[in-house]
């Protein structure tokens, strides 16, 4: 399924133990109530707090037609089945989120690994007052920035590289090397947007590397303190981690 | 002053003995405690419940720079005063809405009496799915509407008419004359806009029009209908009120 959410509201993407205010936890309750048994539900990025998804991808499955199924699914299977769904959750969920479409998929087919490219953007309100339509989904910055030496910090930190002086520490020892396609930055009206292409982004990198990008911006880091950034593989050397709620899931895309 | 909204969490503009909750209420607290007298603020539109504003002027009067003004008042005379009132405006608000610029006006400006010209936009998100982002500043209408058959209606529904059928009643016995000078209809994505420009708009009577042109729309109406409508100087003879989350004031013209 593709789904769009504001994330405002929500304590990101990922069910917790602690709270059930979560993306996934709101999509698996309809189906699970929908299906009569439990349905997990697997999402192509983990967004946090507050961040928003145009485009999200998320894969659950069913257990076929057999006769576990609840009288609800059995009811819905006698229709055009992903159609069906969509309208049973939709018409479930908060108005926070929205199905865009369900289809079927092959079994093996996997929302997160399967993804080869995911595009993220930062939107920044860059202007001498907060603005009161778009308070939800930018982060108010009024101080000036320097777009063209932002440009060329950007270009620094493409390519394949190890990101972890631009990741908040989990526990876990995975492999913090990425590759960024492209960071393109525009400027729309009083707007200024960091659009990140790449093949997967690790736990607060896109936060931490618009913050990086802000304090160039500002004049504070120069486009050369990058590479010196990446190489010291720390935490305190690169920028200021910049709130969720100028962060939004813009595709994801699959090969 | 000029000033955006989101209407939202309001009983539109204008000050009511029942509620504190409108955009004139907010406005007129915050200014009254910076002068230490009280102050009254008059707007170009009154916008309803809910309604949004981009771009709506407001004027409003101090008394000079006498003893009896507050010593708030006096701190800021001394600085830049606009831009004193716009900062400290801005920081009591609260965050659906912001003072956009304010300026010295001639004592006589009367922000409605004054107004040549406004423009209001009508939103509507037509689509099999609602949307996440814009909910809160359009109509949900999912249903196919003939975008050509509705730009037929409006060019009858612009000029110089009785909009008595396009009004809700109010008891007071006023012309209900107005000029439309221009109605466009705008498909952009899966969004219809129609922006209705005239020289001065009745209580309810661009969502009662929007409400006619839907059904036109759907095929319940024809092009043709419309002069009859006027005509009839009556409330039933035209379509439905639209909701008013879907409208939001885009300009005020002063010649």
Request: glycine share 6%; net charge positive.
């Amino acid at each position: 399924m593709i789904l769009q959410y504001e994330g405002t509201r929500y304590q990101g993407w990922q069910k917790q133990t602690s709270t059930q205010n979560t993306i996934q936890g709101k999509l698996e309750d309809i189906l699970t109530r929908m299906a009569g048994y439990s349905v997990e539900v697997h999402g192509a990025g983990r967004t946090d707090a507050g961040v928003h998804a145009l485009f999200q991808v998320a894969d659950f499955q069913l257990k076929g037609h057999s006769n576990r199924c609840s009288e609800t699914l059995k009811d819905i299977e006698k229709k055009d089945l992903p159609r069906a769904i969509l309208n049973y959750v939709n018409q479930y969920l908060p108005e926070d989120i929205r199905l865009s479409s369900v289809e079927e998929v092959p079994e093996r087919f996997h929302s997160r690994l399967n993804a080869k490219e995911k595009i993220y953007c930062y939107r920044i309100h860059n202007a001498l007052v907060a603005d009161v339509f778009t308070r939800r989904y930018t982060y108010y910055f009024p101080q000036y920035l320097n777009i063209e030496a932002m440009r060329e910090a950007a270009v620094q930190l493409c390519g394949t590289h190890d990101y972890q002086s631009f990741c908040t520490k989990k526990k876990l020892k995975k492999s913090t090397v990425r590759t960024i396609y492209d960071i393109e930055i525009k400027k729309v009206s009083n707007e200024i947007q960091f659009i990140y292409r790449g093949n997967g982004f690790l736990y607060h990198m896109v936060r931490i590397l618009t913050g990086t990008l802000l304090q160039v911006g500002i004049g504070k880091l120069k486009a050369t303190d990058m590479q010196e950034i990446l190489e010291a593989k720390s935490r305190e050397k690169a920028g200021e981690l910049v709130p969720g709620c100028g962060l939004t899931l813009v595709e994801v895309r699959y090969s």
